[in-house]
């Protein structure tokens, strides 16, 4: 029994030692005085064991001793197994900046990190444009008349984006722009989704483009003509980057620039010639100035001794000679300004290159440093926004479309799908929210841009799918009267650009989340391009404290052991706990995976795609748990945060279960799944319960409802009709509305009234007839009836409306 006893405190021990991460001295220790312990007064045999264990422990792990044999041969491995990393993943390594996504890599999350970045709102400013600015421009769209009428915003609305600034948001005060904050840029993106045409001409110029680089990067004198000129509209941009050769590989563009002298006017000037072809170049038919991304070459030297100079980012006038400009694409679902650029022998000086010739060959570190912040607003936001006006639209019209004498809202299958939609835009609007706030606190996000870029758009396309099968007929059928359709056919332009959501997934997230935010394999990276054997050692070794660490993290909270402290209320703590312990679960599997495939895990796509999306999931959770817990929770919203938490977390344990089935290792795979999930899996699809509440709540006017809705366009005072302020509207009296249907169905089903009153008008009228319903009720209905039916109807044109060449109609005999 002793001998028992003194093998289980050993155990302990070092399980204690592990999740604190305390070294080789203290696990030394607990071995040796076990060991001691077993040897004098217990078995031999045990305390033996222990003995050599702790020997080795202290040959292995204390830095006087491993330093003078294992650390240099460990060097020596690691050199040549280790993968190499090229110029261009270096720059991307190195790009923006790592703070909550690191916390979850090592295992042990410190929530007052995240919480250290406080919300300090929007200013007054801000909520100024978002409320009155952002409403004007939303209450111009029709989605019809934008895509099918005009191709094209109105021209009263392009007005209204010029006069108001809408394209100078990120520019500073100092140069006319408006200077928002990323979370004032992400709500007015939000608030202009209303159309993905409107969404994107605002936010492309505000993302990714000219004006971001001029700030960053761009001389005195750059900034002093462009900038003004961008933000107040008088020139408008596009910068052209992917080509028919180079699309989501954006460093392989075969574009070129060569230095040259050419005479102008009479004058010998310095500059390059260029030749490109770019296409998918969103705002070019328009744009008045091109920023174009280049591969330089210095043949003769003009510039020095080295001859191929790197990619360069250059700002181009429109009317430069040689550039051919103005034809359009036509992106699917949505006619946003898009089209090619090509140029033959373009001469510009050198003084178009963005930031001078001091910038030249840095093109793609400017590129993929602008990228981390613009990708983490521009489309997320539209994605957010888009789904919060498709839970309102969608919550509204299943309470209306009344079947089977009950609003379709009642029926478990509308209400599945009306529930899952809320949870993943809730989870967005948290995400997207609390990520913009890290940028405002100084963050460039690199990883949660690519996490929220390919996660919220993926969300949106379900969102979608489930709006549209909710309004059923009335969404198929295109015309002015349809909200939705259009929306839901652009839905994969927002899946493809910005890094298409497939190589997102499969290849950045992971793959530049395990070396960017892993606490150590970048040191022990640098620590080999610096041959510095001290470097190695302690990052190597720290990193063998974080695997034991993690192990036994993941191992002891899977048990419901040792669960760490967290700074939530009893609603959110639990699931804190459990990104906590999935966490040490992950960063144990990422260092297990890297360990066992080394370099040919860049290939193992479909690995790293699992491993980001554990990642990427208790990303989304923690932004969630983050949101309620800094805002103010209304009546019904704790089904809904319960829902989200289950769904992400039960998504990130799938991702583990299936990563353990296809490990090429089985014998690992064996080790890691009772070490991640000693308990198996413990999360699951959320209960119908939470569904069945979620989806009552979001089709009715309540509270949630109306918080959900916040910050969107929901008033009906613009230029074109808002059909969410008419659902709202309907919602608002729908209490009394059931009444009187109940009445009326019920006199009617018990032959009360004629049977062929088949309308719900004529039910009414003879319900009043009948005495059942009073005249004031009747006028109620007549005006609600209307309303419901203009809402519920949908569009029809002549025979041969659609045809672009109506010689070549078919006049068939019916028609």
């Not at 706990?577 to 066992?596: K, N, P, Q, V, Y």
């Amino acid at each position: 029994m002793l001998t028992l006893i003194l093998l289980i405190l050993a155990a302990a021990g070092l399980l204690a030692v592990m999740r604190r991460e305390a070294g080789a001295l203290p696990a030394l220790a607990v071995l040796a005085v076990t060991g001691l312990a077993s040897l004098l007064a217990a078995s031999s045999l045990l305390g033996i064991l222990l003995l050599v264990a702790a020997a080795v422990v202290g040959a292995a792990g204390l830095p006087a001793l491993r330093g003078k044999w294992l650390t240099p041969r460990l060097f020596a491995l690691f050199k040549k197994v280790s993968p190499k990393v090229s110029d261009t993943e270096r720059t991307a390594l190195e790009a923006g900046s790592v703070a909550w996504d690191r916390e979850l890599f090592t295992g042990r999350p410190d929530w007052q990190a995240l919480l250290a970045f406080k919300d300090e709102g929007l200013t007054d400013e801000e909520r100024a444009f978002l409320d009155h600015q952002c409403t004007v421009a939303a209450g111009m769209c029709n989605a019809w008349e934008i895509a099918k009428e005009r191709a094209d915003l109105p021209q009263e609305l392009w007005d209204h984006l010029k006069q108001e600034r809408y394209f100078g948001m990120i520019i500073p005060k100092e140069y006319g722009g408006l200077g928002f904050s990323a979370k004032a840029q992400s709500l007015v993106l939000q608030k202009l989704s209303i159309s993905e045409t409107l969404m994107v001409t605002v936010g492309v110029p505000n993302s990714l483009g000219p004006g971001e680089l001029l700030l960053k990067y761009g001389t005195d004198e750059q900034k002093n003509h462009y900038l003004p000129r961008l933000a107040d509209g008088r020139e408008i941009p596009c910068f052209g980057l992917t080509g028919p050769r180079a699309g989501s590989d954006a460093t392989s563009l075969p574009d070129t620039g060569v230095v040259c002298r050419q005479v102008i006017d009479g004058e010998e000037v310095l500059g390059v010639r260029l030749n490109f072809e770019k296409r998918w170049i969103t705002l070019a038919p328009i744009a008045t100035v091109v920023g174009l991304a280049f591969r330089l070459f210095d043949p003769d030297h003009l510039l020095g001794e080295e001859a191929d100079r790197g990619i360069t980012l250059a700002l181009i006038p429109r009317n430069t000679p040689g550039m051919e400009i103005g034809r359009r694409h036509h992106p699917i679902g949505s006619p946003f300004l898009n089209g090619p650029i090509k140029g033959k022998d373009v001469f510009v000086p050198l003084n178009t290159i963005i930031g001078g010739t001091e910038m030249i060959g840095q093109g793609w570190r400017m590129l993929v440093e602008c990228l981390s912040i613009g990708r983490c607003i521009t489309l997320p936001s539209g994605a957010t926004g888009t789904a919060r006006y498709a839970i309102g639209w969608s919550g509204g019209f299943a309470r209306i479309r009344r079947q089977f004498n009950v609003p379709v809202a009642e029926m478990e299958g509308v209400q599945e799908p009306l529930a899952r939609m809320t949870a993943l835009t809730y989870i967005a609007e948290a995400a997207v929210y609390q990520t913009a706030n890290t940028i405002d606190q100084g963050e460039k996000p690199a990883v949660p841009s690519a996490i929220l870029k390919s996660q919220l758009t993926e969300f949106q396309r379900v969102i979608l799918a489930d709006a549209m099968d909710i309004h059923g007929g009335k969404a198929v059928t295109l015309g002015p009267r349809n909200y939705l359709a259009i929306g839901y056919s652009a839905n994969p332009v927002a899946i493809t650009v910005e890094g298409a959501n497939i190589m997102t997934r499969n290849l950045m997230i992971f793959g530049q989340g395990a070396i960017r935010c892993h606490p150590y394999v970048l040191e022990e990276l640098a620590a080999k391009e610096a041959d510095d054997l001290q470097a190695f050692d302690r990052a190597f070794f720290g990193h063998a404290g974080l695997i034991f660490g993690n192990a036994a993290r993941a191992l002891t909270q899977g048990l419901g052991l040792g669960r760490p402290t967290v700074p939530f209320d009893a609603t959110a703590a639990p699931y804190a706990r459990e990104i906590a312990r999935l966490s040490a679960g992950f960063g144990l599997c990422a260092d297990a995976a890297m360990a066992s495939l080394g370099s040919t895990l860049k290939q193992r796509e479909m690995l790293s795609a699992r491993l980001g999306d554990v990642l990427s999931n208790l990303y989304l959770a923690s932004m969630v748990i983050k949101q309620w817990h800094e805002d103010d929770p209304v009546e019904g919203e704790a089904a809904l945060f319960h829902y989200a938490c289950q769904f992400l977390l039960g998504r990130a344990e799938q991702s583990l279960d299936e990563l353990f089935d296809n490990l090429p290792s089985r014998a690992l795979a064996r080790v890691l799944r009772p070490l991640v999930m000693p308990r198996g899996r413990r999360f699951k699809r959320p209960l119908d319960d939470l569904a069945r509440t979620i989806a009552q709540a979001v089709s009715r006017d309540t509270a949630l409802r109306e918080k959900l809705l916040r910050e969107i366009w929901r008033t009906d005072d613009g230029a074109r009709e808002n059909p969410l302020a008419q659902y709202n509207a309907l919602l608002a009296t729908q209490e009394r509305a059931e009444g009187l249907y109940r009445t009326v169905n019920k006199a009617y089903a018990q032959g009360e009234l004629p049977a062929d009153a088949l309308h719900p008008e004529q039910r009414v009228e003879e319900a009043l007839k009948a005495g059942l319903i009073s005249e004031e009720d009747a006028t109620f209905m007549r005006e609600r009836e209307a309303r419901v039916l203009e809402l519920l109807s949908v569009d029809d044109f002549e025979y041969d409306a659609f045809a672009i060449d109506k010689s070549k109609v078919l006049r068939h005999q019916a028609a």
